[in-house]
């Protein structure tokens, strides 16, 4: 048995389309999330491929969820089609998804001076700080809204509509603050929800 470095390997490992990684050829997994990757060994008579949280599912499309430590190892058993054997390991590295803050039409302050007509159909996005990960496979599901006083607003979407901003406007004067909080988003690519800090607005 022979063990073949990355640069040196004829298996091919890459996130697949349905993985949220920008950079197929990106040699990162993340904790928390199903990475979704296809391997492929060309010209072989059949292959293995296994490692710690390592999941086939379906034809050479692999889900790997990465547990603790700051690497992962798939090993890729083949057999060529002159029967030898080789075994080939390849190296991830892991990453944590970071922070997941809230913005507020892209501001991502989580304390903001802003007019109050400025909240009239306002949006709440979600973002990662890692640069790598997209953020279409995450949005916001509600969120509540309180002015002082006054009792709280629940808001279904990811946008201050009309209703909302109907009683903002009513209710909310120059210098009160407004506090946006229970942020509750969802997952689409099989975790938990996670839940944002609020977002505090103090109106000009």
Known sequence: MSFYGQNDTIS??????KDIIVDKDSKIVYRGIPNSLSIEVPNCKSFKASGEGLSLMSKN?????AGSGLEAIITVDIVLKNNKKKIEKHLFKIKSLGNL???LNYNDDSYIRLQKSKLDQAVLRVKFEDKNL??????IRKFKIKIADRKEIEVLGNRIDSNAFKIINQYSRINDEIT?????TQIHCGISALKLKPIVIKIL
Do not use: R
Request: glycine letters at 0%; hydrophobic letters at 40%.
């Open 12 to 17: 091919v490992i890459k996130h697949t389309d």
């Open 61 to 65: 499309i692999y889900n790997l969820n």
């Open 101 to 103: 803050v809230a913005t």
């Open 134 to 139: 997209q953020q279409d496979f995450i949005s």
């Open 180 to 184: 946006i909080y229970d942020i509750e």
